[in-house]
């Protein structure tokens, strides 16, 4: 479970700088942006990394709480709309434009729905962080007024629903293979 945790802390960690404007302007300023960019994504991939490999040799996987059948019956709906969200953060669409933080909120449905629809200790570690780190961040960013402004274009809105539900498809068709639970009648 070590393993699991420090990779949460490094993976979330170097996400929550934007958190703390000053040292994130600080490092920019010293590095330069390409350098920073680097250094961030080299620091997320050691960190989701870890996170994998932490989460697959976890072996307290205690049961905390029962798992919540709503939780199992609304996920593979609620990872749909995770999912095209977390296209649409990418995009210069409506749908970021009204949603406004949709990686955040993806992320805030994603890690809300695995948490209750689990109850084991390391479930509960793993999405329980990824759900206060979306609360957190996203507080933030509301507060920071960090929303870039830009002309949606309607074709975005369209690629995010499609990438975004194929791409959900896609998971819940392999989560079984990949994870080694069946969520969808259709899986693998």
Do not use: C
Request: charged share 10%; proline share 4%; aromatic share 10%.
């Amino acid at each position: 479970m070590s393993l699991l945790i420090a990779g949460l802390a490094i993976f979330l960690g170097i996400h929550l700088l934007p958190v703390v404007s000053s040292l994130r302007a600080a490092l920019l300023a010293r590095w330069g942006e390409q350098r920073y960019k680097g250094v961030f994504s080299l620091v997320s991939a050691i960190g989701l990394v870890l996170i994998v490999a932490g989460y697959a040799v976890a072996d307290d996987r205690t049961r905390l709480f029962a798992p919540f059948p709503a939780a199992r019956a609304l996920a593979p709906f609620a990872m749909v709309a995770s999912f095209i969200l977390f296209a649409a953060a990418n995009m210069r669409g409506h749908l970021r434009r009204i949603v406004k933080h949709p990686m955040l909120l993806g992320l805030l449905l994603w890690a809300s729905v695995h948490l209750l629809a689990n109850g084991d200790r390391a479930g509960t570690v793993l999405f329980g962080a990824f759900l206060a780190f979306a609360v957190v961040d996203l507080v933030s960013a509301v507060q920071r007024g960090a929303v870039r402004s830009f002309v949606p274009v309607p074709k975005h809105d369209l690629i995010a629903v499609v990438g975004g539900a194929a791409v959900a498809l896609a998971v819940m068709t392999f989560h079984r293979t990949l994870f080694g639970v069946a969520v969808a009648p259709f899986g693998i």
